[in-house]
């Protein structure tokens, strides 16, 4: 924005120089009056329709600002839309005796339109700029230069009120959000699994269970077809289980009676007896 500036006195410059070249009247004529300052008939606005809500404009980090500047064109020639820059300002009054470029916190960027706008007419323009700083406070001043058909130049402030520099808003659905948490559990999870390996791992030794057999020693039982009788004494040392299916034996086989068990000194004596 100070190149601007020096920019319009640059001009302006030129014109006092072209003035002084050229043959001065004397003041003592009667006719003699210092010039009339001339206005530029023109109503120029900025509004920031992405940007403005409730609360004031919020400018966001990281994501472009963009404004709409609409010229209307008053005077009876056509006029011409040269440049538009702004600068932000600290929004605190730094006193009279401050240096006024002290209070330029950051100056934005200058864009050349050379946009011709006819009488009467009215022409939007676009601006746009991106910031990166610490969410503040601060005043945002957008100014134009422009000229008319006599070729004078005129710079009209466009925009001058207090904003807001925000961050940008997150989601937890953004792509790189996503990213970021993912890259994150995978670097932990690797970071827990080193960490297990190299000192967990080392306080707890892994001991051999004492029965435990090895694999080429284990026994395994063979197992009878479902419904096949056992055949003998193949049954269960308990009884409980005979193996066998007791329907298919006559009953006089199952039900016979047990044999008595006579002592040899009972027989001995019997058979003396007898004689």
């Not at 989601?171 to 990213?179: E, G, R, Y």
């Not at 080429?216 to 269960?236: D, F, I, M, V």
């Amino acid at each position: 924005m100070v190149a601007l500036r020096y920019s319009v006195l640059a001009a302006l410059a030129l014109r006092v120089v072209s003035v002084f070249a050229a043959e001065p009247e004397s003041p003592l004529a009667d006719d003699a009056a210092s010039p009339p300052e001339v206005e530029l008939k023109a109503d120029i606005i900025a509004t920031f329709p992405e940007a403005d809500d409730i609360f004031g404009v919020k400018l966001v980090n990281g994501r472009p600002t963009k404004a709409v500047i609409e010229v209307t064109n008053n005077e009876d020639e056509p006029i011409l839309v040269a440049f538009v820059g702004g600068q932000l300002v600290n929004p605190k009054d730094l006193g009279p005796e401050a240096n006024p470029m002290a209070a330029v916190v950051r100056n934005l960027t200058t864009v050349r339109y050379e946009a011709t706008i006819p009488a009467g007419e009215k022409q939007s323009l676009p601006y746009s700029f991106v910031l990166d700083m610490q969410p503040q406070d601060v005043r945002l001043q957008l100014m134009a230069v422009m000229t008319n058909s006599a070729n004078q130049i005129f710079q009209t402030g466009v925009y001058d009120q207090v904003v807001s520099i925000v961050e940008a808003p997150t989601s937890i659905f953004d792509p790189q959000i996503i990213f970021l948490y993912l890259f994150l559990s995978v670097g932990f999870l690797a970071t827990c699994y080193f960490v297990y390996k190299t000192y967990i791992e080392a306080l707890f030794p892994q001991t051999k269970r004492s029965g435990a057999k090895p694999a080429g020693g284990k026994k395994t039982r063979a197992t009878l077809p479902e419904g096949e009788p056992l055949s003998g004494g193949e049954g269960s040392a308990t009884g409980t289980d005979k193996g066998y299916d007791e329907s298919w034996i006559p009953s006089d086989h199952l039900n016979r009676p047990a044999a008595r068990r006579v002592k040899s000194g009972a027989s001995a004596k019997s058979k003396k007896a007898s004689e």
